[in-house]
């Protein structure tokens, strides 16, 4: 016989995973700190492949004044300029990237309690099924 | 306006029982556009602009997310633009992949706002982006959406220049990089709007949060007259001019759009709101409960008697 309620739960839990799915692989997978060292890692090379990329353009863009300076100072010194922005840029797009990391990871970690309390009550449900059943088969027992 | 509940109804309805056929259709249409746009609006890639291209394209988005249809979409635009200006497509491709890597490898569900932008400014309603996004997404989509606006811009300086960007010029490739980035960088048009739809999304974004009645309807409004005000700023500040009449008629639209979606997504009655108070062991709780507006289709049941020239049998 079909138990409502335990239908609904299934059913709750079900839609549950299907918009928090993501969000759930993501608690499974990682800790804290090797989720958020992890993305960290990545917008360090993301930022720096741009910023190199970015640099290519510029230099491009100057070459002729670049070929024209006679001195070693004159220029290094528009590249320590490019590298002070650079440090810059980065420690501020690290911090963007720790905070959204570390918000998200908290937020589904979140989900994953919620996951997992229902979880707990749907095994808690099969529980008393059991039991229920076992009882019943006693009773018919001579 | 019973009629338009129900009509609503329906439509969730229609909407549950064939949500598996109704989203590819949606990403296709939605693909078929952004294509289409991007080949009459820059088609300088003969072998590209091509219906069929576009239709085979929007076939693949259509089964596949957005992220996808943003790299086709990218690809379509750097072939269409590498056979006007190789200059012009080196510094698309930069910004392009400075937007994936540094953006989109932090925020990748708003994708599909970096093609929706262009799209309602190419339909001059620039103003519903702002608006929409601040009622249904985060405050991060402000930065996809300022992405679109520039990518929007770049486009349209493509599109008005393209023959002096083809033509043979004298100049060399770094005088010419160096040309196209002062040019792009110094469209006080172009800054304007972006602060104009970032300050939009703020605004609405801000006011639809407030615990106060009808606070979608207020941030619709709010967010419009957001806009107003930062397009006359920047136009004292930076004497950008945008036409009266287009700007009031974009607004009035983008508002009705934005009417629509409020009365299709959050429907609530405000006259049936329950003020609860309650506490536990650790809180006390002020809950303020406004109820969904739900209407019950009419249930019809039609009765059929048989009449005498087709129902010969009942006759007998």
């Known amino acids: 016989m079909l138990n409502e309620e335990k239908i609904k739960l299934m059913t709750s839990i079900a839609i549950f995973e299907k918009a928090e799915g993501s969000n759930?692989?993501?608690?499974?997978?990682?800790?804290?700190?090797?989720?958020?060292?992890?993305?960290?890692?990545?917008?360090?090379?993301?930022?720096?492949?741009?910023?190199?990329?970015?640099?290519?353009?510029?230099?491009?863009?100057?070459?002729?004044?670049?070929?024209?300076?006679?001195?070693?100072?004159?220029?290094?010194?528009p590249f320590v300029d490019y590298g002070v922005w650079y440090l810059l840029g980065l420690i501020v797009y690290l911090a963007v990237t720790f905070a959204v990391c570390y918000r998200r990871y908290r937020y589904a970690s979140r989900g994953m309690k919620v996951y997992t309390a229902r979880l707990k009550r749907l095994q808690?449900?099969?529980?008393?099924?059991?039991?229920?059943?076992?009882?019943?088969?006693?009773?018919?027992?001579? | 306006m019973i009629g338009l509940w129900v009509f609503r109804e329906k439509l969730k309805g229609f909407y549950a029982r064939f949500d598996v056929f109704i989203n590819p259709l949606i990403r296709f249409v939605f693909g078929l556009v952004v294509f289409h746009m991007l080949n009459g609006n820059l088609g300088a890639m003969a072998r590209l602009n091509n219906g069929l291209v576009e239709v085979m394209?929007?076939?693949?988005?259509?089964?596949?997310?957005?992220?996808?249809?943003?790299?086709?979409?990218?690809?379509?635009?750097?072939?269409?633009?590498?056979?006007?200006?190789?200059?012009?497509?080196?510094?698309?491709?930069?910004l392009l992949l400075f937007i994936l890597i540094l953006y989109f490898g932090l925020q990748p569900r708003d994708s599909y706002l970096l093609l929706l932008t262009p799209i309602f400014f190419h339909l001059k309603i620039p103003y519903a982006i702002p608006i929409?996004?601040?009622?249904?997404?985060?405050?991060?989509?402000?930065?996809?959406?300022?992405?679109?606006?520039?990518?929007?811009?770049?486009?349209?300086?493509?599109?008005?220049?393209?023959?002096?960007?083809?033509?043979?010029?004298?100049?060399?490739?770094?005088?010419?990089?160096?040309?196209?980035?002062?040019?792009?960088?110094?469209?006080?048009?172009?800054?304007?709007?972006?602060?104009?739809?970032?300050?939009?999304?703020?605004?609405?974004?801000?006011?639809?949060?407030?615990?106060?009645?009808?606070?979608?309807?207020?941030?619709?409004?709010?967010?419009?007259?957001?806009?107003?005000?930062?397009?006359?700023?920047?136009?004292?500040?930076?004497?950008?001019?945008?036409?009266?009449?287009?700007?009031?008629?974009?607004?009035?639209?983008?508002m009705a759009l934005a009417a629509v979606y409020h009365f299709f997504v959050f429907a609530v009655d405000y006259t049936r709101t329950e003020y609860v108070q309650f506490e536990d062991d650790d809180y006390y709780y002020y809950v303020k409960a406004v109820p969904k507006i739900a209407v019950s289709l009419p249930d019809i049941k039609v009765q059929r008697f048989n009449d005498r020239r087709r129902g010969d049998d009942f006759d007998e």
């Open chain 2, 132 to 254: 929409l996004v601040g009622l249904s997404c985060g405050l991060s989509s402000a930065v996809t959406v300022c992405c679109g606006v520039m990518l929007f811009y770049v486009m349209q300086y493509i599109k008005q220049n393209m023959g002096t960007l083809s033509g043979d010029s004298t100049l060399g490739i770094a005088e010419q990089l160096m040309q196209i980035i002062r040019t792009l960088l110094s469209n006080r048009l172009m800054v304007v709007m972006m602060a104009t739809c970032a300050v939009g999304i703020l605004v609405v974004y801000l006011i639809r949060r407030l615990p106060v009645n009808f606070s979608w309807a207020i941030a619709i409004v709010a967010g419009a007259l957001t806009q107003i005000g930062a397009i006359f700023i920047g136009d004292f500040l930076f004497d950008v001019s945008v036409p009266m009449p287009q700007l009031l008629a974009g607004l009035i639209l983008s």
């Open chain 2, 57 to 94: 394209m929007a076939l693949v988005c259509s089964v596949l997310p957005y992220g996808v249809m943003v790299f086709l979409a990218g690809i379509l635009l750097l072939a269409h633009v590498s056979s006007i200006s190789l200059e012009m497509a080196i510094i698309l491709l930069v």
């Open chain 1, 24 to 77: 759930l692989s993501l608690v499974k997978r990682y800790f804290k700190s090797d989720y958020i060292s992890r993305n960290l890692l990545r917008a360090f090379l993301g930022y720096t492949f741009c910023w190199i990329l970015g640099l290519v353009l510029a230099v491009v863009c100057k070459i002729e004044d670049i070929l024209s300076i006679v001195t070693l100072e004159d220029v290094v010194f």
């Open chain 1, 124 to 142: 808690r449900r099969y529980e008393f099924q059991d039991r229920a059943r076992e009882r019943g088969k006693g009773g018919q027992k001579p």
